[in-house]
């Protein structure tokens, strides 16, 4: 974290299956704060012969997203700008999700 905030490079706060029940520390080290959401797919996250896409195939529900609300409204305290960018790309789960989200922000 260090490295990156002496070079002002964004550190990506992200949310992904491959551990269970982890999600990335919340740092800010640039200007820019970056949240990326894949998902929480564990079980098709790992899975061979399968199309990329059936790993994105989650949807976060609103008590999952109130804790990341919560997340983007902090790192928003510290960057100029803060970026939520979901790759759950199943459908439209990243567009429904990524409404979800803007709400919650815009409630807390």
């Excluded at 999600?23 to 399968?50: C, D, Q, S």
């Excluded at 989650?58 to 609300?69: I, V």
Aim: aromatic share 14%; net charge positive.
């Amino acid at each position: 974290m260090k490295f990156l905030k002496e070079h002002a490079i964004s550190y990506v706060i992200i949310d992904a299956p491959w551990i269970k029940g982890w999600e990335g520390p919340l740092a800010v080290t640039a200007a820019i704060a970056y949240v990326r959401l894949h998902g929480r797919n564990r079980e098709n996250w790992f899975k061979k012969g399968i199309a990329t896409v059936e790993r994105y195939r989650y949807l976060y529900k609103a008590e999952e997203l109130k804790r990341w609300a919560a997340k983007v409204e902090e790192a928003s305290k510290e960057a100029e700008k803060t970026f939520a960018i979901f790759n759950n790309c199943y459908e439209n789960f990243g567009i429904k999700n990524a409404k979800m989200l803007q709400y919650l922000v815009q409630e807390a």
